[in-house]
C-alpha cells in the first residue's frame, strides 16, 4: 500500500520555532495565514519597521504553500489584451508588467534572503495534448511574447525531446519558470520574516474578529491580538472568520506522487534538462523533479485524500501515459492539498472593511504570485495608492450558487479526467481521417 505523506516533510529543512499564542498581544499589522503570501507580506512590514505578528491554525507550511507542487509558472491563462480589457488600460498594464518579472523577483529573493529550498530557474515547458490545445498555446505564445516574455515554441520532435515522452507534439518553453521545495520556501520565508523583526505563532487559529474602536480585536483559542490592520491570507483554507470571504473561491484539489529516485539512464529520458512540465487537459498532468532525482507527478483530485474517487488511478494512469518508460517504478508516497480558484483564475485582493484586507484565490499559480501579492499587500498596508497596484482592490463578491458549486467538487475531477480522454481520442481520430 502506498504511504500518503507529504513528500515535502521528508525533505524540507527544519521549521522555525514558533510558540501558541497564550494571553493578549498588540501590533500593528496582523497577519492571518502563514503560507507564502502571509509570510512574504510580513517580511516586507518587517523590514519597513512594522510591528507584525502572523499566526496559523496549524503549523508553518500546512496548507497550500507547503502541499503544492511547487512549480513557478509565471504566465496566467488570458492574454495581455484579455487583462486590459478586464481591468482597464492602467491596471491592466501593471499587472502585466509585474507577471513579466515574477519569476525572477522570486528567485532574486531566495538568493537575497538564502533561502534552502532547492531553487532551480531551468524552465516551464507548457505542453499541449490536442491540436485544439496547441491552437491555444500558439495564441499565448503570440500575446504575451510581444509583451517581451520570453517564450519560445518547440516543435514535435523538441517537445518530444525536452520532455522525453512522446504525449505531446507541440509545447511553449517558458525560459523564466522553474521550481522550488514548497515547503522549504515557506519555512524559508517564516524564518526571514522573524529575523526581520516579526513575530510568528502557529497553532493559533483566529476564531473571532470585531471592531476595538479605530483597531480590530481578533479572538483565539488562547487570547486574542488587537491590531491596526488585519491582512486575511488563508486561501483555499478560508473559514468563515470573515462573512462570505470562505464564497469567494472554491477548494479545487492537486494530488501527487513522489517515485523512488531515478537512475542516470531514467533522468537522460525523463525531463532530461530538469525543467518542469504542465500540460493542457482539464485535469492537468504535472512533473518535476526534487534534488534527489525524486519525479514528482501530480493531477487533480477530490479532495483531501488522494484515493477519492479513482485518485490514485489517475495518478498511476497519468505517469504511464507521460511516462510509459517509468512503468513498474516504486512510489514513495502520495500526497494531497487545496487550490483555491476563483472564476476567473485570476486572484483577488479584498478590502471589506477598513484596516482589513485579504489577498488569495491563486488558481494554481502561487508560487510566483503569492510573493507578487504579498509584497502588494504590504505596499498597500505601508500608505501605497490603488492604482500603484499590479491587483484591483475590490469588495467581497460570493460565487453564484457557492454552496452547491461546493458539493460537485469531489466530482469535478473525475468528469475532467473523462472529458481529456475523450478529446484524446477524437483528436487522434480525426488526425486519422485527415491523413
Not at 497596484?389 to 467538487?409: C, G, N, Q, Y
Request: hydrophobic share 40%.
Amino acid at each position: 500500500m502506498i504511504k500518503q505523506e507529504v513528500h515535502w516533510d521528508r525533505t524540507a529543512p527544519p521549521a522555525p520555532e514558533c510558540g501558541v499564542l497564550e494571553g493578549g498581544d498588540n501590533a500593528d499589522v496582523l497577519v492571518v495565514g502563514a503560507g507564502l503570501t502571509g509570510l512574504r507580506t510580513a517580511i516586507s512590514l518587517a523590514e519597513a519597521g512594522t510591528d507584525t505578528i502572523v499566526i496559523d491554525a496549524q503549523k508553518i507550511g500546512f496548507g497550500s504553500s507547503g502541499r503544492s507542487g511547487g512549480q513557478c509558472n509565471p504566465i496566467w491563462r488570458a492574454t495581455p489584451d484579455e487583462l486590459r480589457k478586464k481591468y482597464g488600460v492602467g491596471q491592466g498594464d501593471r499587472l502585466i508588467q509585474t507577471t513579466l518579472t515574477a519569476a525572477d523577483d522570486l528567485f532574486d529573493d531566495i538568493r537575497r534572503y538564502g533561502i534552502d529550498c532547492e531553487a532551480e530557474q531551468n524552465g516551464w515547458i507548457q505542453a499541449a495534448h490536442t491540436r485544439n490545445a496547441k491552437r491555444g498555446l500558439e495564441r499565448l505564445h503570440k500575446a504575451w511574447s510581444a509583451e517581451g516574455a520570453e517564450i519560445s515554441v518547440l516543435s514535435k520532435e523538441q517537445t518530444q525531446k525536452g520532455v522525453g515522452s512522446g504525449a505531446y507534439g507541440f509545447a511553449l518553453h517558458h525560459a523564466k519558470g522553474g521550481f522550488v521545495q514548497p515547503l522549504g520556501l515557506t519555512r524559508g520565508f517564516a524564518k526571514t520574516a522573524q529575523a526581520a523583526g516579526a513575530r510568528l505563532f502557529e497553532r493559533t487559529p483566529a476564531i473571532g474578529i470585531e471592531r476595538n474602536g479605530k483597531s480590530w480585536r481578533v479572538k483565539t483559542p488562547g487570547g486574542e491580538i488587537t491590531a491596526d490592520t488585519v491582512i486575511l491570507t488563508t486561501n483555499a483554507y478560508t473559514d468563515d472568520l470573515w462573512p462570505k470571504m470562505r464564497q469567494t473561491l472554491l477548494p479545487m484539489y492537486s494530488i501527487a506522487l513522489a517515485t523512488a529516485p531515478l537512475s542516470a539512464e531514467q533522468q537522460a529520458s525523463v525531463l532530461p534538462g530538469r525543467k518542469t512540465i504542465a500540460d493542457t487537459r482539464l485535469a492537468i498532468y504535472f512533473a518535476r523533479y526534487d534534488a534527489d532525482n525524486r519525479l514528482i507527478f501530480g493531477c487533480v483530485g477530490s479532495n483531501d485524500n488522494v484515493g477519492t474517487l479513482g485518485g490514485h488511478g489517475r495518478l498511476k494512469r497519468g505517469l504511464k501515459t507521460v511516462f510509459p518508460q517509468l512503468d513498474g517504478i516504486e512510489i514513495e508516497c502520495t500526497w494531497a492539498g487545496r487550490i483555491g480558484v476563483t472564476q476567473d483564475m485570476m486572484p483577488r485582493m479584498h478590502q471589506p472593511a477598513p484596516g482589513v484586507i485579504a489577498g488569495l484565490g491563486f488558481s494554481g499559480r502561487g508560487i510566483a504570485m503569492t510573493s507578487v501579492m504579498g509584497r502588494s499587500l504590504a505596499r498597500k498596508v505601508l500608505g501605497g495608492s490603488n492604482n500603484d497596484l499590479p491587483f484591483p482592490v475590490t469588495s467581497v463578491t460570493p460565487i453564484p450558487f457557492h454552496s452547491l458549486s461546493r458539493l460537485a467538487v469531489p466530482l469535478m475531477a473525475p468528469a475532467m479526467s473523462a472529458k481529456d480522454e475523450a478529446s484524446v481520442i477524437w483528436d487522434r481520430a480525426t488526425r486519422s481521417g485527415q491523413s
